[in-house]
C-alpha cells in the first residue's frame, strides 16, 4: 500500500470521527429540547437514554460478522448516513413513539458506526507503527465542539429540533460520502500476538480481553454522565439558563479535544500505562469538583477538567486491543466496543436514578469513584504498550506524514 493511500485513508476516517463529533453532540446536548418537545417525563427519561446505547451495542456485535464478509471500510460508507439521517428524524416527529423509532434507529446506526470506525484506526495506527489513534478522537472532539456550538445557537435562538438539525445533516450527509472514497484499512498484520496459542482459533481470548473491557465501560459511564447529563444538571441543580447549561458539554470537549491532540506525543514518551493513569486521577478530581460545585462556572470547570482527564482513555483501550489480539483486531474492537454502551447504559439510568431518589450532586460521586479504579486496571495498557507507542517502538510498517 502506497503512502499516498494511507495518508488519504487517515485524512478521511479523522473526517468521519469529525462527522459524528457534531452529530452526537447535536443529541446530548439538546436532551432537555427532545424531552420537551415529545413530553418525555422524568422518569421515561432513562429508558429512553438507556434504548440507545442497548441497540448499539447488538450493532456492535452484528457488526463483527458483517465485517468478517465485507470489510470495515464498507460498514462505515453505508452507517455513517444513516446516524446523520436518524438525528433529523429525531427534529421531525411529535408523537413519543415517534421519538422511540427515530433514537432507536440512531442507536443501530451507530454502533455499527462506532465498530468499523475504530477497526479502521487501529488497523492504520498499525501501518503506522506509531500512536495515531489518539488523534483520530481528536477530530472527534473538534467536531463535538462544532456540533455543541450549534446547539447553543439553536437555544440561544429558540430554534426547533429540526431547523436546527437540517442545515448541518444538509452540509454533513455529502462530506461524510464524498469522504468515505478514500476509506482504507491499513494492511498486513505485522504484529506478534501476546503468545503463539492465543492468536489459534476465534483470535480472541475474553479473559485477556476483559481488563479492557472494564476500562471501556468506566470511561463510557462517566462520559455519558457528561453527555447525557451536564446540561440537566446545569439546569436543574445549579440553576443555569437553558442557553448556559449547553456550555459544560462544549467546555468538555474543547479539553478532550487538547487532551487528544498531544495525547499520541504522551504515549510515544511515557507509554500508554502513565498517560491513562493520570486521565484517570484527572477525571475523577473532575468529578468531585462537580459534586460539590456551589454555581454554574464552577460546574462548567468542573467538566472541563474531566474532558482533559477523560480524553486519553477510550482511545488507548482501542488500541491496546489491537496491539492485544494482531490477528483478529476488528473482532476484538467489534467486541471492547460493546461495552461502550454498557457503559452508557449503567451510567445514564444509575445517575437519572440516584439523582431522583438521592440527589444528582451524590450521583456525581459513583462514576468518580468507578474512573478512578481504572489506575488500578493501567497496567493492562504496557509494556506492550509502551513498546509500541513509547521508547521502544517496533519499526514502522511505512513512512507515512
Not at 430554534?159 to 448541518?168: C, G
Request: one cysteine or more; hydrophobic letters at 55%.
Amino acid at each position: 500500500m502506497t503512502d499516498a493511500r494511507l495518508r488519504r485513508g487517515r485524512g478521511s476516517l479523522a473526517v468521519s470521527f469529525f462527522v459524528q463529533g457534531v452529530t452526537f453532540a447535536l443529541l446530548v446536548t439538546r436532551i432537555p429540547a427532545i424531552q420537551d418537545r415529545y413530553g418525555i417525563s422524568d422518569g421515561l427519561l432513562p429508558a429512553f437514554l438507556a434504548a440507545v446505547p442497548i441497540l448499539a451495542g447488538v450493532a456492535s456485535v452484528m457488526t463483527e460478522k458483517v465485517v468478517a464478509r465485507v470489510g470495515p471500510a464498507v460498514v462505515l460508507r453505508w452507517a455513517q448516513p444513516f446516524v446523520l439521517l436518524s438525528l433529523l428524524a429525531v427534529g421531525v416527529g411529535s408523537e413519543l413513539w415517534q421519538a422511540a423509532v427515530a433514537l432507536g434507529l440512531f442507536g443501530l446506526a451507530v454502533g455499527a458506526l462506532d465498530a468499523s470506525m475504530n477497526m479502521l484506526g487501529v488497523s492504520l495506527q498499525r501501518a503506522y507503527g506509531r500512536s495515531i489513534m489518539l488523534g483520530f478522537h481528536a477530530s472527534y472532539s473538534l467536531g463535538g465542539i462544532a456540533g455543541a456550538s450549534l446547539a447553543w445557537v439553536g437555544a440561544h435562538w429558540h430554534l426547533s429540533l429540526f431547523v436546527s438539525y437540517l442545515p448541518v445533516v444538509a452540509v454533513l450527509l455529502p462530506l461524510a460520502l464524498v469522504g468515505s472514497r478514500w476509506y482504507v484499512a491499513g494492511g498486513e498484520r505485522t504484529e506478534d500476538p501476546v503468545a503463539p496459542e492465543e492468536s489459534k482459533g476465534s483470535g480472541v481470548v475474553f479473559k485477556l480481553l476483559m481488563p479492557l473491557c472494564l476500562v471501556m465501560t468506566f470511561a463510557y459511564i462517566g462520559d455519558s454522565t457528561v453527555s447525557n447529563w451536564s446540561a440537566k444538571y446545569l439546569q436543574d441543580v445549579l440553576g443555569s439558563s437553558e442557553e448556559l447549561a449547553t456550555v459544560p458539554y462544549n467546555a468538555y470537549m474543547v479539553t478532550t479535544l487538547l487532551g487528544r491532540a498531544v495525547g499520541d506525543f504522551g504515549v510515544r514518551r511515557l507509554g500508554a500505562t502513565a498517560v491513562v493513569r493520570a486521565g484517570a486521577v484527572l477525571a475523577a478530581l473532575g468529578f468531585a469538583v462537580v459534586a460539590v460545585s456551589p454555581g454554574a462556572w464552577v460546574g462548567i470547570a468542573g467538566f472541563t477538567v474531566l474532558g482533559l482527564g477523560l480524553s486519553v482513555i477510550v482511545p488507548q483501550t482501542f488500541a491496546a486491543a489491537g496491539r492485544l489480539f494482531p490477528g483478529a483486531s476488528d473482532a476484538a474492537v467489534a467486541r471492547l466496543n460493546v461495552f461502550n454502551y454498557v457503559g452508557f447504559l449503567i451510567g445514564s439510568p444509575l445517575v437519572g436514578a440516584l439523582g431522583d431518589t438521592w440527589s444528582y450532586r451524590g450521583a456525581m460521586l459513583v462514576p468518580m469513584v468507578l474512573v478512578l479504579v481504572t489506575v488500578v486496571y493501567a497496567t493492562s495498557f504496557g509494556p506492550r504498550a509502551a513498546r509500541y507507542g513509547g521508547g521502544h517502538e517496533r519499526p514502522r510498517t511505512v513512512d507515512v506524514g
